[in-house]
């Protein structure tokens, strides 16, 4: 039995593949996150700051109140993910681990690594 796996490219380009289940382990599962309601009311933060960074703009605003205020949607991204990742540690990461999953720890490991950019 097989599961259909999707990633997202940094250009957007939808790659799928699939995944065999061993051991009683399934890759490419689909993910049931904890947090998902705080990781929405954090995107939601987050797209009002930069809502009221392009009305600033737009309103020809001083170049400091607008990077102050840059800087508070840096932050609602960078907890925003700072959620994500500890919710797929605990559960995603824990299961790819006991199952033998590199795949999905070098996935990891390549989403870190982009956005830590």
């Known amino acids: ?3 259909k796996h999707t990633h997202i490219a940094e ?9 065999e289940h061993e051991h009683g382990c399934v890759h ?3 993910h049931t996150h904890q947090n998902t309601k705080a990781v929405l009311n ?4 987050a797209i009002g700051h930069m809502e009221s960074v392009k009305r600033m703009v ?3 605003r001083d170049c400091s109140e607008v990077l102050v205020q840059l800087s508070a ?4 991204i960078n907890n925003t993910a700072k959620v994500i990742l500890k919710d797929h540690i605990e559960h995603c990461l824990v299961e790819a681990v006991e199952c033998g999953d590199h795949e999905s720890i070098e996935e990891l490991t390549e989403a ?3 956005f830590m950019k």
């Open 112 to 114: 870190i690594d982009r």
């Open 73 to 76: 949607v840096k932050a609602a």
């Open 11 to 19: 250009d957007g380009t939808v790659y799928e593949h699939e995944h």
């Open 1 to 3: 039995m097989s599961e």
């Open 28 to 30: 490419g599962h689909t």
């Open 42 to 45: 954090r995107l939601s933060r």
């Open 58 to 60: 737009e309103e020809g």
